[in-house]
């Protein structure tokens, strides 16, 4: 996993990228969210950034959407802009062990240094691609960044749900580490709302489907922003498209 210095370094640089890859045209749509322009992107994350911004600095959380919202009148990108450089002089100055409300298992100022590097990078990639082009992603980030899916996002479910096991089990290889998962769904209820989701859990069976490939490839691949022959799939290919299914649900229920 990057440092924490690195985390912030990729955070910053990525922050101007996407600002440099929106200034070309707020209204080009963004293939990777279909119905988006690049305004909607940009206003997404920057509402996203300053919410992130006001809950490491203050503490506090607040429901979705966010309260941040475009102020009336203001230029998108100037906003974007200036919360970015807010949010990363907020996170340069915390102490990462700080206890912070998040939606993952690490309740610490840390998990927000290492998920706001990781959102932006993916949203300078969609501003990008609405505008025919892709810059690198480092490495070693991509390569975070697809252990990340499975920290936060697509892996286990709540204590007061109950696991529906699947059929399938995918491995994915990344540099030298694998995850190999068992796809299912979670039901419950919480709240007065009923539940039913994709998920996985870890599994030590064999696989259906191995996928590999370029760390960048796979991570955008499984964020929906790289077809599947950018990867190199051994096994059943209907079982990893199962699993890239079931990777959006779950980025799409968990993301904030």
Known sequence: MPS???FLAHLDADSH???AAAARG??????????WTVRDLVVHIGEVISQKADLVAGGWADSWPPRNRLPAGVDPLDWYRREASRL?????VADPETPAMTFGPDQTVAFWIRRMAHETVVHRIDAEQAHGYESAVDPQLAIDGVWELFDVYITGYPDWAEFHPGDDVVRVVVGDETRTVRLGR???????RDYDLPT??????????IVSGYPDRVLLWMWGRAPLDDVNVSGDVATARRFRTACAARETAGSR
């Open 17 to 19: 990228l996407f600002a």
């Open 200 to 209: 996985t859990i870890f599994s030590t069976d064999d696989p259906h489907a």
């Open 88 to 92: 990363y002089e907020v996170l340069s």
């Open 4 to 6: 924490r210095d690195e």
């Open 186 to 192: 979670f039901t419950g209820a919480k709240n007065d």
């Open 26 to 35: 707020l209204e080009a749509d963004v293939p990777s969210c279909p119905g």
